[in-house]
């Protein structure tokens, strides 16, 4: 029954834990040994196993090694059988694989450690390799270039070895120094080809380096020496060597004789030019006792007039000094006008132009008008050009003013502009009838000329007209 089974399990599980009680820790360390010992056995077992399925496999191999010769002997034995050739000496041939990522030779590159280089400095390039060398390199070079070997520099040998193991190596060449003014020069090294092909060169086979030179020319003066008022003297600036460029050399001018006075003023700067070792200062001196008196005689070509005059009447100048010019006789007369006065001009328009020198008075006519305004200072301004029937005596740059009518009314009748009266924007004036009457009157008004104005209607000729009234 189901109570018998749970009865028997109970007795089950009793035994168990009365078993597991007599158990002593002695037991259970034994059980603990005797388990590992069988966990080596078994590894030991496994171990050997493994060797000798290794020494299976060595044997297969030897196995198929010897099949392998035993075929290529038969072949050999049928081929000799057959007699139809035998072997000679040169019975193989090596073939070589080549990877193109890997270069054959090494590829050298060129460089310089400098841009330039002082005399009696150090000229220093190096050469580089792609790859580490696996023996001794011999790299052959050229020195080219503007210096000369062996006078601004001493000659290399032309090789030099990069050792086993090296990527790079550098070539030194000794500058040397000189006393000599001279340009820039340079020393160019150049790599050339291995006649045995053991390297390769890359695009980048040459370098230069500039050699400067520090030495500058030594200058002293020379000449000098008196000299008659109003002569001239040299000095001359003198150089121990020529120089290789065009040199500024500044100078200065002192003493009690006075610049502009007693000598022309120098500019205190001389131009030395390549190759050349002087360079020579002319002094002019002044003649300080000369005037222009009124009876000397000026000489041109004729016609011609005075252009400009220079200097004041009664001032002293100095010889040499610019007192007027002579210029063509004829002159041009421009015009400028303003946008409302442009308005009212047109080309061939007749003017009059009035010249304040000697109260001259010419007739004229506006040949050119622009259309264009030119502005100045945010002014409008129209150009013309006036012509006149008769010539002016003036100088450049003399004003002129120049009269232009603009409109005209002929046998007009005019009243004076103080005899207008405006009432309530309609014009008036006060006429005087013929029987001593004042009335006022309606007008309408024309031209304006200086203090007249033109009236259109409204007065007859010979009316009188009241300026101003006394009141008592």
């Given amino acids: 029954t189901e109570l018998d089974w749970r009865a028997a399990v109970a007795v089950r599980d009793d035994a168990i834990t009365t078993a597991l009680e007599d158990v002593t820790e002695l037991d259970w360390h034994a059980a603990v040994a005797a ?25 297969e191999d030897e196995q198929h090694r010897l099949e392998y010769r035993l075929a290529a002997a038969r072949e050999d034995l049928r081929v000799a059988q057959a007699g139809r050739y035998v072997l000679g000496a040169a019975d193989d041939v090596t073939v070589s694989i080549d990877d193109p990522d890997v270069p054959d030779v090494p590829i050298l590159v060129l460089r310089a450690e400098s841009e330039t ?3 009696s400095g150090m000229a220093t390039f190096t050469i580089e390799t792609t790859v580490e060398l ?3 390199l011999d790299v052959f070079y050229v020195v080219e270039g503007s210096a000369t070997p062996d006078v601004d520099f ?9 050792g086993k193991g090296q990527e790079r190596v550098t070539l030194s060449i000794p500058i040397r120094a000189d006393d000599d003014v001279e340009a820039d020069e340079s020393v160019t090294v150049r790599l050339t080809v291995d006649p045995n092909g053991a390297y390769r060169l890359s695009d980048r086979d040459r370098a230069t380096i500039q050699i400067q030179s520090a030495d500058l020319p030594e200058l002293t003066l020379t000449g000098g020496g008196e000299v008659t008022e109003g002569g001239t003297v040299m000095v001359t600036i003198l150089a121990d060597q ?7 050399v500044n100078y200065s001018v002192s003493g009690s004789a006075q610049a502009g006075i007693d000598y022309e003023v120098v500019t205190g700067t001389a131009l030395l030019p390549a190759g050349q070792r002087s360079v020579d200062i002319p002094i002019r001196t002044i003649h300080d006792d000369v005037f222009f008196m009124p009876g000397d005689m000026v000489v041109a070509d004729w016609p011609a007039r005075v252009g400009s005059v220079e200097v004041e009447d009664g001032d002293l100048v100095q010889r040499g000094t610019p007192l007027f010019n002579l210029t063509d006789p004829g002159f041009t007369i421009k015009l400028f006008a303003s946008p409302t006065d442009r308005s009212k001009l047109a080309e061939g328009q007749e003017v009059t132009v009035n010249l304040d020198a000697g109260d001259q008075e010419v007739r004229g006519i506006i040949t050119v008008l622009d259309d264009n305004a030119t502005t100045t200072g945010g002014n409008e301004t129209y150009e013309g050009v006036v012509e006149t029937t008769e010539s002016l005596v003036g100088v450049d740059g003399a004003v002129v003013t120049i009269d232009v009518v603009v ?3 002929v046998d007009a009748v005019v ?12 014009d008036t004036v006060r006429v005087v009838t013929s029987e001593g009457v004042i009335e006022r009157r309606a007008i309408s008004t024309g031209m304006l000329d200086g203090a007249y104005v033109e009236v259109v209607s409204g007065v007859a000729p010979g009316e009188y007209v009241i300026l101003e009234i006394e009141r008592s």
């Fill in 35 to 59: 388990r590992d010992d069988a966990v080596d056995a078994a590894l030991k077992r496994s171990t050997l196993l493994q060797a000798e399925r290794d020494l299976l496999e060595d044997l």
């Fill in 242 to 248: 020529a120089p290789d460029t065009d040199t500024s």
């Fill in 117 to 119: 280089i002082p005399e």
């Fill in 407 to 409: 409109q005209q009314s």
């Fill in 415 to 426: 009243v004076p502009i103080a005899a207008v009266l405006s009432d309530g924007g309609q």
């Fill in 154 to 162: 001493n000659a290399p040998d032309g090789d030099i070895t990069m």
């Fill in 134 to 136: 696996v023996e001794d």
